[in-house]
């Protein structure tokens, strides 16, 4: 799996958008990024992947660069509730082959009230 | 239930003792992981069950780590002869199969181990 390169951590306005940067130079052309987060004292929560196309749910977007070497996650309204270490990860997503999670450090987002 | 769960949420325990940590996955969920998450640090994969494939053990960092799971259901992780730099947060995560969510690991909310 590609290596990540995230920074260490961010702080966000209450109800402005969180832009959560994730670099992925050396990500292959079947590799996903993913991004998860972990509130404190509790087990990590998938929030979105995406191949090339930029993303949307419930819960944020990921945009992609064209390249594919980079990616921002957008919490388009934080709240208080999003302060957590996001993780954003590249891994090969095929069926039997998705198996570990390997996080990194991430980004510990702070939402200020 | 609705998620994973796990028990204890809490184990204290002395150097050299074994432990039992407990998952209990989301009903139907074909796939099962442990990792191991140090403080400040991130996942750690430890061992990963996929229906009755034999497990995939190459995360287990020592003999004294192992794992069971019967079936679909219920997974125990053992560790024997504990020692301090076991002291972590064990989380485990099961995953449905079928190409609609065959990514997506939920989490339980761990179990966090202090060895003295």
């Known amino acids: 799996d590609a290596k990540t390169t995230q920074p260490t951590s961010m702080d966000c306005a209450e109800g402005r958008a969180a832009n959560l940067p994730c670099n992925h130079s050396t990500i292959s052309g079947n590799e996903y990024v993913y991004w998860y987060r972990q509130i404190h004292s509790q087990g990590p929560q998938y929030i979105i992947h995406g191949l090339k196309n930029n993303e949307t749910n419930e819960m944020a977007s990921l945009i992609i660069t064209e390249d594919r070497k980079s990616s921002t996650l957008i919490l388009p309204h934080a709240t208080l509730r999003d302060t957590a270490v996001y993780y954003c990860?590249?891994?090969?997503?095929?069926?039997?082959?998705?198996?570990?999670?390997?996080f990194g450090s991430g980004t510990q987002l702070t939402v200020l009230p | 239930g609705a998620g994973v769960s796990q028990s204890p949420s809490n184990k204290v325990t002395e150097k050299g003792k074994d432990v039992e940590l407990r998952c209990d996955p989301i009903s139907g969920h074909t796939a099962l992981y442990w990792y191991r998450q140090r403080l400040g640090q991130g996942l750690e994969f430890l061992i990963y069950?996929?229906?009755?494939?034999?497990?995939?053990k190459s995360g287990l960092p020592s003999d004294r780590f192992s794992a069971e799971r019967t079936g679909e259901s219920v997974s125990t992780l053992t560790i024997q002869r504990t020692q301090q730099e076991d002291s972590a947060v064990y989380l485990c995560a099961s995953r449905a199969s079928g190409r609609a969510s065959y990514n997506e690991q939920f989490f339980g909310p761990g179990t966090r181990l202090t060895v003295l």
């Open positions: 990860i590249v891994r090969v997503s095929v069926s039997g082959s998705a198996r570990q999670l390997t």
């Open positions: 069950f996929q229906g009755n494939s034999a497990p995939d």
